[in-house]
Antibody
Framework: EVQLLESGGDLIQPGGSLRLSCVAS????????MAWVRQAPGKGLECVSI????????FYADSVKGRFIISRDNSKNTLYLQMNNLRPEDTAVYYC????????WGQGTLVTVSS | DVVMTQSPLSLPVTLGQPASISCRSS???????????LNWFQQRPGQSPRRLIY???NRDSGVPDRFSGSGSGTEFTLTISRVEAEDVGVYYC?????????FGQGTKMEI
């Protein structure tokens, strides 16, 4: 059974940094593309970033390009999202999702950017 | 960016009756490999999203067969043959063909 467990969400001031983690199990992590998808309170879904399974390609939404960095440690089956220069509009639940087509999701971790 | 437009945004339904949601994309979702990467997700209240349908019409494992997807090119439909109480929630279409990936606005289904 695929399991994705996110952590690292917190209340952070504007301009601050935070690193989210997603520990994966139940599938071959090394071969899988992995994504971060966020959902602002009461809003819809936005794909923030995707990391290809071959470890070569990364993609970012324009809203986070230059501020967020996606990375992965295949030895730990873990996906990361380093978030810098955070803005209030980054406030959201951040989900880790498996695959280019998001076939499995974690439970999410809440990031609140506020002074 | 590819804009995904869902209708309706609010869908009152009756238990045991059919329901359908439309999704339109601003560009064709046919990828260079010949596949059409249009997915449907269900988000029940207080839960994470769950994929129901991938590549237009393929049901994910464990998804009841009352859910079906259809369409091609830029026009797609999610149909529930007989609505059950557990189907309450928000439904999103999403395209997985173009970058950036985009979702529809969501359709809130209420009994």
């Amino acid at each position: 059974e695929v399991q994705l467990l996110e952590s690292g969400g917190d209340l952070i001031q504007p301009g601050g940094s935070l690193r989210l983690s997603c520990v994966a199990s139940g599938f071959t992590f090394t071969n899988a593309a992995m994504a971060w998808v966020r959902q602002a309170p009461g809003k819809g879904l936005e794909c923030v970033s995707i990391f290809s399974g071959n470890g070569v390609n990364t993609f970012y939404a324009d809203s986070v390009k230059g501020r967020f960095i996606i990375s992965r440690d295949n030895s730990k089956n873990t996906l990361y999202l380093q978030m810098n220069n955070l803005r209030p509009e980054d406030t959201a639940v951040y989900y880790c999702a498996k695959g280019w087509q998001y076939d499995s999701w974690g439970q999410g971790t809440l990031v609140t950017v506020s002074s | 960016d590819v804009v995904m437009t869902q209708s309706p945004l609010s869908l009152p339904v009756t238990l045991g009756q059919p329901a359908s949601i439309s999704c339109r994309s601003s560009q064709s979702l046919v990828y260079s490999d010949g596949n059409t990467y249009l997915n449907w997700f269900q988000q029940r209240p207080g839960q994470s999203p769950r994929r129901l349908i991938y590549k237009v019409s393929n049901r994910d494992s464990g998804v009841p067969d009352r859910f079906s997807g259809s369409g091609s090119g830029t026009e797609f439909t999610l149909t529930i043959s007989r609505v059950e109480a557990e189907d309450v929630g928000v439904y999103y279409c999403a395209q997985g063909t173009h970058w950036p990936r985009t979702f529809g606005q969501g359709t809130k289904m209420e009994i």
